[in-house]
């Protein structure tokens, strides 16, 4: 890591190039779609290092070490409950090994936990505590340059961002999930944009962003983008850290077997500079999100001044 | 207000001391299991499932009924067993399928469905083809519903569907799919009898493939 991520995001108007969204790209390298995603990165380490190598070369700023499904609660149901340490450290190093030296490693935390925390859930606050440190110790160890805790529950992704802080002195990249209602954009748990990235910023995350999710209520692909925008908007309103957006692109269909995402690399790229205009500096796609949606971002960043070669 | 009309806002109100304490004084005053379960009890909780539908209230609310509403449960099962129980409505099972784990979404369809009288046999997670089918055989269901996250593991409901229709009880058992990555356009495409958006709509959709409830 050349410049520490706080520093660039501080010192220079680059907009970064979010980490590839491997969950949904490595059906194309031969992941089934059975396995525990960490455990086929650790089983196929070359493919999984390839497919960040090209994700560079498209423009990718970060390599995320897609351990979602290597928490305590996510593993156990694949059987690979004492197999945490070794998921997390493994994927962290092989991301390590191939990251240039301009580039970050993600060390990826779900929030989305099998259950909610008490009173809603049987989740204790101490259990979760334990779980993500059980979790982030080897993803730290592994060499990750920044925590990316993303997913549907605040409450535990601000326990993981404590967590973090206990650790470690790494900037963190907070991502809730939202989703358009009748009555605007909501977390699973019915948080607003303002109000969720408040506690995420209050947490003390670095960045905070938006992932996932559903980004307008219509089926019309050409309004998905737009709808991104104007999460952005309502999370600048409500805090003042780094912002980050990461729709999907779009809601997915199965054609012959294959999903399919309907929202092409253009459309994201005629929106992307709205994303940048409404504040983010951290900008990429999550499922179904190609390379070519990254070219196609990295070239109108590029044409703008705000990314380097 | 009667005591029965109580307990029916106390549970959308979320208050499970006050629902606890409003069906001992509905027992106290005379009525039956019945009329507290299902005009009370469930009674609410349909009223929620409503308003979580309609995206008025989130989950949250939901949740804190449904709590509400189990722990007036609990308090008539003695009473509901010593009766020989209570005849459910249908038999749901209901999973994740293979390679997801994902459950939240699944596990408030689960709670929801039993706040609305039916009998649910949740397989959890990361459940097969194979397990779907023998479950909805074994216990004879009429409906199986599924549950993806993950748009990777959206092919398997199809081959659910598929392997169902290879048994005795094609044509009788009805499927219906749900997720965040689903939607009604896929549902039609694989073949699933409903689709539904979220858990409210769950409950209502399976109930009128049921062809109970006052819709």
Sequence with gaps: ????????????????????????????????????????????PEKYQDALRQAFEAGCDFAG??????????????????????????????????????????????????????????????????????????????????????????????????????????????????????????????????????RAEKAGADVVGGSCGLMTKSLDPSEWYPGATSLVKEMRRACSQYLSIQPDAGIATLV??????????????TEVTHWVDAGARIVGGCCGTSLEHYRKIAKILKDRGLRRG | MNTLKEICKSVQRGKEAEVIELVRKGLAEGYSWEDILNKGLFAGMEVVGKLFEEEEIFIPEMLMAANAMTAGQKLLEPLIMGNG?????????????????????????????????????DLGVDVSVEKFVNAAIQDNAQIVGMSALLTTTMPHMKAVIDALRKTPLKGKVKTIIGGACVTQQFADEIGADAYAENAGAGIYKVKKLLGIGTF
């Design chain 1, 1 to 44: 890591m050349a410049i520490h991520l706080r520093e660039r995001l501080r010192n220079t108007n680059e907009v970064l190039l979010h980490y590839p969204p491997l969950h949904s790209m490595l059906a194309d390298w031969g992941k089934d779609l059975e396995s525990n995603l960490s455990q086929w990165i650790v089983d196929h």
């Design chain 1, 65 to 198: 070490t897609q351990t979602q499904a290597a928490s305590p609660w996510r593993a156990e149901p694949f059987g690979l409950r004492d197999k945490i340490r070794e998921l997390n450290y493994q994927s962290a190093k092989l991301a390590r090994q191939v990251t240039p030296p301009d580039r970050y490693v993600l060390g990826h935390v779900s929030i989305t936990n099998p259950d909610f925390l008490k009173p809603l859930g049987n989740l204790t606050y101490e259990e979760v505590y334990e779980g993500f440190k059980e979790q982030m110790l080897p993803l730290l160890e592994g060499g990750v340059d920044v925590f990316l805790i993303v997913g549907n529950q605040t409450d535990a992704g601000e326990i993981a961002t404590k967590v973090a802080k206990d650790i470690c002195d790494l900037p963190i990249i907070f991502q809730n999930v939202f989703y358009a209602t009748k009555k605007g954009f909501r977390t699973m748990l019915g948080l607003t944009p303002e109000e969720a990235s408040l």
């Design chain 1, 256 to 269: 012959e077997g294959k999903t399919i995402y309907p929202v092409p690399p253009k459309a994201m790229a």
């Design chain 2, 85 to 121: 129980g209570q005849k459910a409505v249908g038999t749901v099972i209901l999973g994740t399928v293979k390679g997801d784990v994902h459950n939240l979404g699944k596990n408030l369809v689960n709670i929801m469905l039993k706040g609305a009288g039916l009998r649910v046999i």
